[in-house]
């Protein structure tokens, strides 16, 4: 039997899990300005998932980079999330 599939799925899962409070956070106490922080991430992540030789572990991590790249997006939806009030203004936000 072969779990690589279930593995990665589930990782996927547990990663995306992890990722939303994590911007919520940044966003909350750094605002956006905070972005280029996913961006090394991801180009770290990403660069790490092509080093790695096992297939199931460089899956993960390119899973990683990329959610890492889509939390920058996401910090923006964020700040419009906060704007429209459905979040608390955190320290982050400049008056």
Do not use: D
Not at 1 to 6: E, L, R, S
Not at 27 to 55: D, H, P
Request: include cysteine; hydrophobic fraction near 55%.
């Amino acid at each position: 039997m072969n779990f690589t599939g279930i593995i990665v799925g589930l990782a996927t899962f547990i990663i995306i899990g992890i990722f939303h409070p994590i911007v919520i956070k940044a966003e909350y106490y750094w605002g956006t300005k905070c972005w280029w922080l996913f961006l090394v991430a991801g180009i770290m992540f990403g660069a790490l998932s092509i080093i790695v030789e096992n297939m199931a572990l460089s899956t993960i991590l390119g899973v990683t980079a990329f959610s890492s790249f889509w939390s920058i997006l996401e910090l923006i939806h964020q700040k419009e999330r906060v704007r429209k009030g459905w979040f608390p203004e955190g320290p982050g936000h400049k008056r």
